[in-house]
């Protein structure tokens, strides 16, 4: 089992930045790729970043450049540091962990607004 708790959504002005946070517990051993998804108002969860154990990233066209993705070993933690946020990042933000054998875990989502 392996709980994800996401952390520093919020509300923000266009061309700002946010920090999102997902700390990882229970058992993190078994956690190859971790990643960020975002589910809009009326549509559907998609893929914004992933990264692998050994650091590898992986990003979706509509956020590249802007939204680098970093894993902390150390601390049990990924990060997605957003800048030049748009109106069209605004969503719902989750978390998932993706285990060696397969299975996939996901934290429970933390809000992005973003104000034009």
């Known amino acids: 089992q392996v709980q994800l708790v996401e952390s520093g959504g919020g509300l923000v002005q266009a061309g700002g930045s946010l920090r999102l946070s997902c700390a990882a517990s229970?058992?993190?051993?078994?956690?190859?790729?971790m990643g960020w998804y975002r589910q809009a108002p009326g549509k559907q969860r998609e893929w914004v970043a992933t990264?692998?154990?050994?650091?590898?990233?992986n990003y979706a066209d509509s956020v590249s450049g802007r939204f680098p993705i970093s894993r902390d070993n150390a601390k049990n933690t990924v990060y997605l540091m957003m800048n030049s946020l748009k109106p069209e990042d605004t969503a719902v933000y989750y978390c998932?962990?993706?285990?060696?054998?397969?299975?996939?875990?996901w934290g429970k989502g933390t809000l992005v607004t973003v104000s034009s």
């Open positions: 998932k962990a993706g285990l060696v054998y397969g299975t996939n875990y």
């Open positions: 229970g058992s993190i051993f078994s956690i190859d790729t």
């Open positions: 990264i692998t154990s050994g650091g590898s990233t």
